[in-house]
C-alpha cells in the first residue's frame, strides 16, 4: 500500500476527495494511501465475516448493524481507515453517510502488504475510539482468529482462535469462529 505524494490533508478534506476518486483509499497520518487489490483468499474471508456478524445479529435481536468494507472510521484529526468489516450499535446511518463515528466491533483481514499495519497503527489507531470493544484480526492463510478485547479503558484480554464460539460482549454477539473464513 504506498502512499500517494499529495499535500497532507485533514479527515473532512480526505472524505470529500476520496468520494470522487476510482478505487479505494485511506487516510495515514494526513497521507494518502491507495489499497492494493486484494488476493481471493482476502475477499473471501472478509465476505464471510460480514456475513457471520450479521446473521450473530440477526441470532441476537441486537440493534446493531453489520457492515462490509467501504465504510469509514476516523480515528484522528488525519487519519481514516477502512476495515474490513465493522459492527456499529443503535440508530441506523442515515444511507448517505461516509463514516461510522462509533464502530463498536471492527475486522481486518490480515494480507502480506497489511499485516504490519493491521497489528500496529491500525490496532492502536482503533481502540483510541472509546467505542470500539472488539478488534477481530483475520488470518486467512492459516485460518486463525485474534480477538483483541477492551477492558477498562485498554485491552483487557487477547485470545487466538482456531475453533469454537467468539463471544463479543458487548453488544451481546456469538458467532462460530469457522463462520469467519471461507470454506476450504
Same mark, same amino acid.
Given at each position: 500500500?504506498?502512499?500517494?505524494?499529495?499535500?497532507?490533508?485533514?479527515?473532512?478534506?480526505?472524505?470529500?476527495?476520496?468520494?470522487?476518486?476510482? /478505487?479505494?483509499?485511506?487516510?495515514?497520518? /494526513?497521507?494518502?494511501?491507495?489499497?492494493?487489490?486484494?488476493?481471493?483468499?482476502?475477499?473471501?474471508?472478509?465476505?464471510?465475516?460480514?456475513?457471520?456478524?450479521?446473521?450473530?445479529?440477526?441470532?441476537?435481536?441486537?440493534?446493531?448493524?453489520?457492515?462490509?468494507?467501504?465504510?469509514?472510521?476516523?480515528?484522528?484529526?488525519?487519519?481514516?481507515?477502512?476495515?474490513?468489516?465493522?459492527?456499529?450499535?443503535?440508530?441506523?446511518?442515515?444511507?448517505?453517510?461516509?463514516?461510522?463515528?462509533?464502530?463498536?466491533?471492527?475486522?481486518?483481514?490480515?494480507?502480506?502488504?497489511?499485516?504490519?499495519?493491521?497489528?500496529?497503527?491500525?490496532?492502536?489507531?482503533?481502540?483510541?475510539?472509546?467505542?470500539?470493544?472488539?478488534?477481530?484480526?483475520?488470518?486467512?492463510?492459516?485460518?486463525?482468529?485474534?480477538?483483541?478485547?477492551?477492558?477498562?479503558?485498554?485491552?483487557?484480554?487477547?485470545?487466538?482462535?482456531?475453533?469454537?464460539?467468539?463471544?463479543?460482549?458487548?453488544?451481546?454477539?456469538?458467532?462460530?469462529?469457522?463462520?469467519?473464513?471461507?470454506?476450504?
Amino acid at each position: 500500500m504506498p502512499a500517494v505524494a499529495k499535500e497532507k490533508m485533514s479527515a473532512d478534506e480526505f472524505l470529500v476527495w476520496a468520494e470522487a476518486q476510482e /478505487g479505494r483509499w485511506e487516510l495515514h497520518d /494526513g497521507a494518502l494511501v491507495a489499497m492494493s487489490p486484494e488476493r481471493v483468499a482476502h475477499s473471501r474471508t472478509k465476505g464471510e465475516a460480514f456475513r457471520s456478524l450479521k446473521a450473530a445479529i440477526d441470532r441476537a435481536g441486537s440493534a446493531c448493524e453489520a457492515l462490509p468494507d467501504g465504510a469509514a472510521v476516523r480515528v484522528a484529526q488525519g487519519t481514516i481507515f477502512e476495515p474490513d468489516a465493522l459492527v456499529y450499535c443503535g440508530p441506523r446511518l442515515p444511507p448517505e453517510t461516509p463514516e461510522v463515528a462509533n464502530p463498536v466491533i471492527v475486522v481486518e483481514v490480515l494480507s502480506p502488504s497489511t499485516a504490519a499495519r493491521d497489528h500496529g497503527a491500525k490496532l492502536t489507531g482503533y481502540f483510541s475510539l472509546p467505542s470500539v470493544m472488539h478488534c477481530l484480526i483475520l488470518d486467512p492463510e492459516r485460518r486463525v482468529l485474534i480477538h483483541h478485547k477492551r477492558g477498562q479503558g485498554e485491552i483487557l484480554e487477547t485470545r487466538i482462535l482456531t475453533e469454537g464460539l467468539l463471544r463479543l460482549d458487548p453488544p451481546g454477539l456469538e458467532a462460530p469462529v469457522a463462520d469467519m473464513f471461507a470454506a476450504e
